[in-house]
């Protein structure tokens, strides 16, 4: 840190965080084609200051007197070549200063400037347009920018200043009265933004949704003040929807939401009767970056007779909807409702009940539409699907939502397409979990499977694990796991076209006493070596116990490092037409020879092909070797 005198002010010079300085490159070497949005953002800053200092001041009565006619105002100076936008919101106090404007407060988007490869700005740029870089974004217009603040309640105001480069200077300033005025030095090449026209359009655009009215302060040729106020000013959900285009929705959204993208979907309504709320809620078609971060948390603006209470409220949506943006505004519920109270609060309660109930109605009809909700579901069905286990009351609901890939047709397929074209003596939904569909369509214990044409689902979100247990039936057909020693296909007719004359199997005896010379040599790598029925290539392959963890979930709780404390009970299945089983059983017949080298391979074979290493490699290696030898 040095120190620096500026016009008597003392400044202390401080570096940005390392990812503010990466983003600042970013950003400043072309991050958006269409720069305009640097005024969005900070007139979105502005605008959410106004709404935090309106809801502090409803508990903190010393705050009252500032906390109304709000505005935002902005500047146009073309002799100074700058650009000044100012609010009379909560405004910063130092350290909020050097915490909000010197590093990247929110932790996915910190993430994801760390891993930004400096060799592909451009490419990665776009992908980081998606979460918004709000005040970082003047930099792509400045030069220079400097802020000017007081935090409502304080009397000392702050001066902040940087080129953004990696560095920002800080000091006390004058500030008259709380709230925040930040000045643009424009860059030569953004000088275009003085027209009076060009701002006026832009804030048109962008923030015409905004609540507070936006006003450009001027002179007329007389020299005198003129004001000039930009924006509707009237909250964008307090309008009728027939007066409202998609372009204002979608710009909502992205002032809502932070992001970039178009919105999938769009629900904007009045709730009537017991308890009244409007909401105006929206689906992104892009993953915010952090869905999956183990706070899962939900987003909806909370808002009581259109003064924003808290973005922060759990209650207001489940976790498995955390994926939907936008706002909710009740007069039912006190003004002076504090965050604590939200919590389980019986009318916020029955107001979630209301969105959930909305959203899946329109997830409903939207599904309609398969090409369009592919979209949907590839980008939000892993999260969706959490709602399979957490809300039981909806389970039905969100089960007829699901789609799956599946081992018989490409594309999403539902629960009801699946029992719709279920075979003949079939009584159960057959589905297998793994890392990839496609290696899941040729895994060994589906061949019994796709000998009889019968449809196997196949799950590959982590997820999946977990609700698949949670749901017993659908229709009241059994969910069984294909991957199980249960999954009996006997009962399935076989396919009517099929005239080839069966595999000629190895005697029972034969394969009995092979089974139980495996057995020995694998030891407890297994929990059972039987005979079996779906194998039709494969020689071998496992299996997991009726009811007991799957392959696939006890391999993601190794990889997470959990202990599961006890040997899994894996079953391995020898395929009894085989040559090599038949082989391999008239030799343990015949009582001839040492059958342990082969029988670990069987193993070794059979975890591989599950996407698992051999047991041990050094010696799978040399029992290759040597099984290869005796075939040169
Ligand atoms: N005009 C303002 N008045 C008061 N605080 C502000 C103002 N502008 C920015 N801030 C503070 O600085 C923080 C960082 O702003 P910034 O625009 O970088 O991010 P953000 O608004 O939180 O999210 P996003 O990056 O999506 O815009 C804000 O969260 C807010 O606390």
Same mark, same amino acid.
């Given at each position: ?61 010393? #705050? +009252? &007197?500032? %906390?109304?006619? !709000?505005?935002?105002?902005? =500047? @146009?100076?073309?002799?100074?070549? *700058? ?102 030095? #424009? +860059? &030569?090449? %953004?000088?275009? !933004?003085?027209?009076?026209? =060009? @701002?006026?359009?832009?804030?048109? *655009? ?28 009237s909250a964008l959900w307090t309008r009728p929807r027939s007066e409202i285009t998609e372009e204002q929705y979608t710009e909502f959204y992205h002032h809502v939401s932070h992001a970039f993208d178009t919105p999938w979907h769009t629900v904007h ?43 922060? %409220? ?319």
């Amino acid at each position: 840190m040095t120190d620096t005198k500026t016009e008597d002010r003392i400044e202390d010079r401080l570096s940005f965080q390392a990812e503010v300085t990466k983003l600042l490159d970013i950003v400043v070497h072309s991050l958006y084609s269409d720069r305009r949005i640097f005024l969005r953002e900070l007139i979105s800053n502005a605008s959410d200051a106004c709404d935090k200092l309106r809801y502090e001041a409803l508990t903190t009565p010393a #705050l +009252r &007197e500032g %906390a109304e006619d !709000f505005r935002i105002t902005l =500047r @146009l100076d073309k002799d100074a070549g *700058t650009i000044e936008i100012a609010d009379n919101g909560i405004g910063m106090n130092r350290a909020e200063l050097i915490d909000n404007l010197g590093t990247i407060a929110r932790s996915g988007t910190e993430e994801f400037v760390k891993h930004l490869k400096d060799a592909d700005k451009q490419g990665e740029a776009r992908l980081i347009g998606q979460f918004g870089v709000g005040f970082y974004s003047s930099f792509m217009v400045a030069e220079q920018v400097q802020v000017f603040t007081r935090r409502a309640g304080e009397t000392q105001g702050w001066h902040w200043e940087s080129d953004g480069g990696g560095a920002f200077s800080i000091g006390e300033a004058e500030v008259t009265a709380p709230g925040t005025r930040i000045v643009l030095h #424009l +860059r &030569e090449d %953004a000088k275009e !933004f003085l027209e009076d026209w =060009r @701002l006026k359009s832009t804030v048109k *655009t962008y923030s015409d949704h905004i609540e507070i009215p936006v006003v450009l302060l001027g002179k007329d040729d007389e020299g005198k003040d003129t004001e000039e106020t930009l924006n509707e000013a009237s909250a964008l959900w307090t309008r009728p929807r027939s007066e409202i285009t998609e372009e204002q929705y979608t710009e909502f959204y992205h002032h809502v939401s932070h992001a970039f993208d178009t919105p999938w979907h769009t629900v904007h309504f009045k709730a009537e009767g017991a308890i009244e709320y409007t909401g105006l809620l929206f689906v992104p078609s892009q993953k915010p970056f952090d869905l999956f971060q183990p706070e899962r948390k939900t987003h909806i603006k909370l808002y009581v007779n259109r003064v924003f209470i808290t973005d922060d %409220a759990p209650e207001v949506l489940p976790s498995y909807l955390r994926f939907v943006r936008g706002i909710v505004d009740s007069s039912d519920l006190p003004l002076n409702v504090s965050r604590e109270m939200l919590q389980n609060n019986p009318v916020l309660r029955k107001i979630q009940g209301g969105l959930v109930k909305r959203l899946l109605g329109d997830l409903k009809k939207r599904a309609e539409n398969a090409d369009e909700y592919a979209t949907f579901w590839e980008t939000f069905g892993a999260v969706l699907k959490e709602g399979i286990y957490e809300d039981f009351e909806r389970r039905s609901d969100i089960l007829e939502l699901t789609r799956f890939r599946s081992s018989t047709t490409d594309g999403w397929v539902s629960l009801a397409d699946y029992v719709s074209r279920m075979k003949t003596g079939q009584e159960e939904i057959y589905y297998i979990t793994g890392d990839d569909a496609e290696t899941l369509k040729r895994s060994p214990q589906l061949e019994g499977f796709r000998a009889k044409g019968v449809e196997v689902l196949l799950l590959t979100d982590p997820v999946d694990e977990f609700w698949i247990n949670a749901v017993p039936d659908y229709q009241g057909k059994a969910l069984k796991s294909a991957a199980s020693s249960a999954a009996g296909l006997d009962a399935v007719a076989d396919p009517e076209s099929k005239d080839e004359t069966p595999e000629e199997t190895a005697p029972t005896d034969q394969i009995e006493a092979l089974a139980k010379a495996l057995q020995e040599t694998l030891g407890d790598a297994v929990k059972e070596v039987r005979s079996s029925t779906r194998l039709k290539e494969s020689p071998v392959c496992l299996v997991s116990e009726d009811g007991g963890m799957s392959l696939h979930l006890e391999r993601m709780l190794k990889q997470a490092g959990q202990d599961m404390g006890h040997k899994p009970g894996r079953i391995m299945e020898i395929n009894p037409s085989h040559p090599l089983i038949k082989g391999m059983a008239a030799k343990v017949a015949s009582g001839g020879g040492d059958l342990s080298d082969l029988g670990m391979l069987l193993l070794d074979q059979a975890l591989i092909v599950e996407g698992e290493a051999p047991a041990d490699p050094v010696a799978f290696a040399r029992r290759l070797s040597t099984v290869m030898t005796g075939a040169v």
